[in-house]
């Protein structure tokens, strides 16, 4: 459990520091099981090594690509088990890069859509806003189906 250069075991402080997180951020990944319960100090704080800080690095690493908590949960039991074949993981990641993908062409049709409206605008007054008039009518949103007129997540 070495993790400080004077060899001794890292606060959470010092965890949250070194993986680029936030305390209450660590708190919560032991709370749901991403990261096993710390060992205790005679003073009862939380004590952590290397292998816990690698594996909030990985977490972070993949919270940064936008795998949810539960994908990070396979991805990080398929990592505990470093013999099995990879097939699984591979089978996560191409689901999540279609998700990606859904959402970016999402993204792309609304964002069609805004410059769109933006461009009907003429500067008058609100009453004549056509954007407003068009956020209002959802007639009048001709990309409302290939968005899903849902929140994009």
């Known amino acids: 459990m070495m993790s400080t250069p ?3 075991p890292m606060s959470i402080g010092t965890l949250a520091d070194r993986a680029r ?3 209450q951020t660590i708190r919560y990944y032991e709370q ?3 990261l096993p319960p710390a060992p205790r100090s005679a003073g009862n ?3 952590y090594g290397d292998a816990v800080l690698h594996r909030l690095t990985f977490i972070r690493h993949a919270r940064d690509f936008g795998f949810s908590v539960e994908a990070i ?4 039991d398929m990592a505990d088990h470093p013999t ?3 097939d699984e993981v591979d089978a996560l990641a191409r689901r ?3 998700e990606v993908e859904s959402r970016l062409a999402r993204l792309s049709a609304l964002r069609d859509e805004l410059a769109r409206m933006v461009a009907l605008c003429h500067g008058g007054s609100v009453d ?4 407003i008039e068009a956020l209002s009518d959802h007639r009048l949103c001709r990309q409302e189906a290939s968005h899903g007129g849902a929140s994009l997540k």
Do not use: A, S
């Open 6 to 8: 004077d060899g001794r």
């Open 21 to 23: 997180c936030k305390v």
């Open 32 to 34: 749901i099981g991403l």
């Open 45 to 47: 704080q939380r004590r």
């Open 73 to 76: 949960r396979e991805l990080l």
């Open 84 to 86: 099995m074949p990879c």
């Open 96 to 98: 999540h890069l279609q």
């Open 128 to 131: 004549e806003c056509r954007i």
